[in-house]
C-alpha cells in the first residue's frame, strides 16, 4: 500500500481497467521503473518510505497546486479555498503588470498564462503559473463539410513527386469555391527525423513545433526565379528530374519516394539560397528569427548537426549533446553556422507557404480553413528530444494497454513529456507547440486526444503488457489549450477513438472540444448493438466513414479489405469466418440505409452505397462533416495498415480511381464520381463562419 501511495501522489496507476468490470494490476517494477523516471526512488522499502513522506510533506506544506487554473466566467479553483485566512495573493500577468487579486474580487485577473504568488500570515509563501482561459472554445455555427487529405497522395502536374503545399493551396481554393466545402483536414507536416531512409510515417516526426521542408513548392519561393545564369543549367536538371519522380508516381506505378523528392528539393534549396534576399524580405526572415527565438535556433542546429553526425544525438560527441554547450560549438565552426542559418531559412518558407495556403482557405469561403493534425509524440532520435531532454521521460515509450483489438498492447516508439516537468515550467513546451500549430491553423486535430489526460508508459525493453498509466494535469493541458486555440481563433477536434475513460469526453465536450465519430465504430452499445440512429448522434462531433488508419469506403463496401489482411497475415481469425462477419456487418448498414430512404439506387451499387453512407453523416447532428478524399473517386486501399511495416506500403500511395490508376489533382478536381458525391453536400456557400 505504501508504494501505491506514492506512486498515486505522482499520477502513476498500479492498477487499470481495460473493460468493464475488469481490474489488471500493474506489476510492481513497472511501477518502480516509471518513478525512477520521474526521479522518484523506489528502489527498496526504505527508499519508498522516504519518497513518500518527501512527497506528503510537500503536498501539505505547499500553499498553491503547481498550476493554478482560473476558467473565465466559473468560481475560483477550489484549491483556494484551503489557504489560510488571510493569504495574500499577487499576480505578475504575462505582459509584466503585477495586481493583488482575491479570488471573491469579480475582476479576475486578464486571460494568459501569468504568475501567481501566496503569502500566508505563518510566514510561508508559494508560487505557481495561473493559467486564465476562456470557458469554451468556438464553435462552427453551423453545419460544415470538408476534405480529409493525405497531403502527400495528392500529386498534381507541378508538384515533385508528392503533395506539396502549392497543392494544399490550390485544393483549398478549389474545394471552397466549387464545392461549399468548410474546410481542408490535412495529415500532419511536421518535421520528419533527417537521413535516408526518412520514416514516411507523419505520425513519428522529428518535431512536432516546425514543419517540414518537403513540402516546399519550389517554384513558388520569390528567389526562385534569380537564381543565376551560373546555376542555371543545374537548376534545369533537378526540374527534369522533378519531373521524372513524379512521372514516375502518376504513370509508372512507383511508390511515393520521400528521400527522392528531399534529395531533389534540397539541392533546390541550396541553388535557391544563393540568392540574396531583398531588404523587405530580409527584414521579414529576422522579425521570424527574432519571434521563435531559441526554440528555432535549436531545431536548426539539430538539422545542421544531424546532417554532419547523423541523426542519433545520443552518440554525438558529448559537447554536442546538450543544445546549450552545442551552440557554442556552432559559433567557432563557420560551416555549421551557415547551415544552421539554412535550415532556419528553410523553416521560414515553409512558414510562409503555410500561411498562403490558410489565407487561399479563408479567401475561397471556408468557414474553417485549414485543419492542421497534431501527432501524439515525437520520434526519440528526433529535434524535439534533443533540444527538450528535461521534459521528456528518460526510457519511456508512449502505447497502449492490450484490449480485444489487440491482446499484446501497442509501443509506439514515442518518449512522453514528463507531466512534473511541465508543471515545472508552466507548460511551456506545450504552449510553444500548440501557438506554432495554431500559427496557420482554422482548426487542430489532437491526435489521441486522451493524451491529455493520461498515456500508457512502457518501459525501455518491456513489453506493452507491462506498462501502466501515467496521469497528467488534464485541468491545466485543457486550460492551455483552449487559452491558445482562442486567442487563434481556431476550433479544436480531438481524435477520441478507442479506449476512453469515463468523463473524458464530457470534460472535452464542455471545453468545446469536438470529437471523431466514424460511421462504422457508431453503434447503440448500450442497447441492441445495432447501428446507431443518425439522430442520437453527438453534435460536437466531426462525422465521418473512414480515416486513414481504416479502410477506403469503397473497400469496406465490398469486403476488399479482408481479403488485403488475409494475403498479408493479419485476420485474427480463419479467412471465411472473417468474410461472413464482415458481410454480415455491411449488410446490416446496407439494409439500414435502404430503410431510412438514403439508398434510393438499390443495394448492389458501390458508388451508390458510398453516397448512401454520406447522405446518412448528413442527417446526424454532427458540426462538421469529414469526405475522406479517396473515398470520392472509389479507391480501395488503405493509406496505412496498422500493424505492418514493409509488408504494405504505407503511407506512401497516391490517390487512385477504383481501378488503381493515380489520380492528379486536376484530375481530382474534373471527377463525375467526385463531383456526384460533393454535390449531397449543396455547394458554393454551404459552409458557415465561425463564431465565438
Request: avoid cysteine.
Given at each position: 500500500?505504501?508504494?501505491?501511495?506514492?506512486?498515486?501522489?505522482?499520477?502513476?496507476?498500479?492498477?487499470?481497467?481495460?473493460?468493464?468490470?475488469?481490474?489488471?494490476?500493474?506489476?510492481?517494477?513497472?511501477?518502480?521503473?516509471?518513478?525512477?523516471?520521474?526521479?522518484?526512488?523506489?528502489?527498496?522499502?526504505?527508499?519508498?518510505?522516504?519518497?513518500?513522506?518527501?512527497?506528503?510533506?510537500?503536498?501539505?506544506?505547499?500553499?498553491?497546486?503547481?498550476?493554478?487554473?482560473?476558467?473565465?466566467?466559473?468560481?475560483?479553483?477550489?484549491?483556494?479555498?484551503?489557504?489560510?485566512?488571510?493569504?495574500?495573493?499577487r499576480v505578475t500577468t504575462e505582459d509584466g503588470a503585477r495586481l493583488d487579486w482575491s479570488p471573491d474580487d469579480p475582476s479576475a485577473p486578464p486571460l494568459g498564462v501569468h504568475r501567481i504568488e501566496a503569502q500566508a500570515p505563518d510566514g510561508r509563501s508559494s508560487r505557481s503559473t495561473l493559467v486564465v482561459a476562456?470557458?469554451?472554445?468556438?464553435?462552427?455555427?453551423?453545419?460544415?463539410?470538408?476534405?480529409?487529405?493525405?497531403?502527400?497522395?495528392?500529386?498534381?502536374?507541378?508538384?515533385?513527386?508528392?503533395?506539396?503545399?502549392?497543392?494544399?493551396?490550390?485544393?483549398?481554393?478549389?474545394?471552397?469555391?466549387?464545392?461549399?466545402?468548410?474546410?481542408?483536414q490535412v495529415n500532419p507536416l511536421h518535421a520528419a527525423v533527417p537521413g535516408a531512409p526518412v520514416d514516411p510515417s507523419p505520425y513519428r516526426p522529428s518535431s512536432r513545433r516546425f514543419p517540414d521542408p518537403v513540402?516546399?513548392?519550389?517554384e513558388e519561393i520569390?528567389?526562385?526565379?534569380?537564381?543565376?545564369?551560373?546555376?542555371?543549367?543545374?537548376?534545369?536538371?533537378?526540374?527534369?528530374?522533378?519531373?521524372?519522380?513524379?512521372?514516375?508516381?502518376?504513370?509508372?506505378?512507383a511508390l511515393i519516394d520521400r528521400d527522392a523528392v528531399w534529395v531533389a528539393k534540397r539541392r533546390a534549396l541550396e541553388l535557391v539560397a544563393t540568392v540574396p534576399l531583398g531588404p523587405g524580405r530580409r527584414a521579414e526572415y529576422c522579425d521570424f528569427l527574432a519571434e521563435h527565438g531559441r526554440a528555432l535556433e535549436d531545431h536548426a542546429t539539430y538539422c545542421a548537426l544531424a546532417e554532419r553526425?547523423?541523426?542519433?544525438?545520443?552518440?554525438?560527441?558529448?559537447?554536442l549533446r546538450d543544445p546549450r554547450s552545442a551552440e557554442a560549438v556552432v559559433r567557432t565552426d563557420g560551416e555549421l553556422a551557415a547551415l544552421v542559418d539554412f535550415h532556419c531559412r528553410l523553416a521560414w518558407l515553409t512558414d510562409r507557404q503555410l500561411g498562403a495556403a490558410s489565407r487561399a482557405a479563408r479567401e475561397a469561403g471556408m468557414a474553417v480553413g485549414v485543419v492542421h493534425d497534431l501527432a501524439v509524440g515525437v520520434h526519440p532520435d528526433g529535434s524535439d528530444a534533443w533540444a527538450g531532454q528535461d521534459a521528456f521521460a528518460a526510457g519511456m515509450s508512449v502505447g497502449a494497454p492490450p484490449d480485444a483489438f489487440n491482446a499484446r498492447g501497442q509501443d509506439w516508439g514515442l518518449p512522453p513529456w514528463r507531466p512534473d516537468a511541465l508543471a515545472a515550467s508552466g507548460h511551456a513546451p506545450y504552449r510553444g507547440l500548440l501557438r506554432g500549430m495554431l500559427r496557420h491553423a482554422g482548426a487542430l486535430r489532437i491526435d489521441h486526444v486522451m493524451g491529455l489526460f493520461r498515456l500508457w508508459w512502457v518501459p525501455e525493453g518491456r513489453e506493452p503488457t507491462e506498462g501502466t498509466y501515467v496521469r497528467y494535469d488534464a485541468e491545466a493541458m485543457l486550460a492551455v489549450l483552449v487559452l491558445e486555440a482562442h486567442r487563434a481563433g481556431a476550433l479544436v477536434v480531438g481524435e477520441d477513438l478507442g479506449t476512453v475513460e469515463p468523463g473524458v469526453r464530457e470534460a472535452l465536450e464542455r471545453r468545446g472540444v469536438l470529437g471523431t465519430s466514424v460511421l462504422w465504430f457508431e453503434r447503440d452499445w448500450a442497447g441492441d448493438g445495432r447501428p446507431l440512429a443518425p439522430e442520437r448522434w453527438r453534435a460536437g462531433c466531426v462525422a465521418t466513414a473512414t480515416t486513414h488508419d481504416l479502410p477506403s469506403t469503397a473497400a469496406r463496401l465490398t469486403g476488399e479489405h479482408?481479403?488485403?489482411?488475409?494475403?498479408?497475415?493479419?485476420?485474427?481469425?480463419?479467412?471465411?469466418?472473417?468474410?461472413?462477419?464482415?458481410?454480415?456487418?455491411?449488410?446490416?448498414?446496407?439494409?439500414?440505409?435502404?430503410?431510412?430512404?438514403?439508398?434510393?439506387?438499390?443495394?448492389g451499387d458501390e458508388e451508390a452505397?458510398?453516397?448512401?453512407?454520406?447522405?446518412?453523416?448528413?442527417?446526424?447532428?454532427?458540426?462538421?462533416?469529414?469526405?475522406w478524399l479517396p473515398d470520392a473517386v472509389g479507391d480501395r486501399r488503405p493509406q496505412n495498415l496498422p500493424g505492418t511495416w514493409d509488408q504494405y506500403p504505407n503511407w506512401r500511395l497516391p490517390v487512385a480511381d477504383a481501378s488503381g490508376r493515380p489520380l492528379t489533382l486536376d484530375e481530382l478536381a474534373a471527377?463525375?464520381?467526385?463531383?456526384?458525391?460533393?454535390?449531397?453536400?449543396?455547394?458554393?456557400?454551404?459552409?458557415a463562419r465561425t463564431e465565438g
Open positions: 500500500m505504501t508504494l501505491a501511495r506514492l506512486a498515486e501522489l505522482h499520477g502513476v496507476a498500479t492498477e487499470y481497467a481495460p473493460s468493464e468490470g475488469v481490474t489488471v494490476r500493474v506489476p510492481d517494477a513497472t511501477v518502480v521503473t516509471v518513478l525512477r523516471a520521474l526521479d522518484v526512488d523506489a528502489s527498496t522499502p526504505e527508499a519508498v518510505a522516504a519518497a513518500l513522506a518527501a512527497a506528503e510533506r510537500d503536498a501539505r506544506e505547499r500553499l498553491l497546486p503547481a498550476t493554478l487554473v482560473l476558467w473565465r466566467g466559473e468560481p475560483a479553483p477550489r484549491a483556494l479555498d484551503g489557504l489560510p485566512p488571510g493569504t495574500a495573493l476562456p470557458e469554451r472554445l468556438p464553435q462552427p455555427p453551423e453545419r460544415v463539410h470538408g476534405l480529409l487529405v493525405q497531403l502527400y497522395s495528392v500529386l498534381s502536374a507541378r508538384s515533385w513527386g508528392m503533395g506539396d503545399l502549392g497543392d494544399l493551396r490550390e485544393m483549398a481554393g478549389w474545394a471552397g469555391r466549387t464545392h461549399g466545402a468548410g474546410f481542408v513540402h516546399l513548392r519550389i520569390p528567389e526562385f526565379g534569380y537564381v543565376g545564369p551560373e546555376y542555371r543549367a543545374e537548376l534545369d536538371a533537378v526540374l527534369q528530374e522533378a519531373g521524372e519522380l513524379r512521372e514516375r508516381v502518376l504513370n509508372k506505378g553526425y547523423g541523426h542519433h544525438w545520443r552518440d554525438w560527441p558529448a559537447e479482408v481479403e488485403l489482411r488475409h494475403r498479408l497475415g493479419l485476420l485474427p481469425g480463419e479467412l471465411g469466418r472473417e468474410r461472413a462477419a464482415d458481410r454480415a456487418e455491411v449488410a446490416e448498414w446496407l439494409g439500414y440505409l435502404d430503410r431510412l430512404g438514403l439508398l434510393p439506387e438499390g443495394i452505397e458510398v453516397r448512401a453512407v454520406h447522405r446518412f453523416l448528413l442527417r446526424t447532428p454532427a458540426r462538421m462533416v469529414g469526405i471527377s463525375p464520381r467526385l463531383h456526384r458525391l460533393l454535390d449531397l453536400f449543396g455547394g458554393p456557400g454551404a459552409g
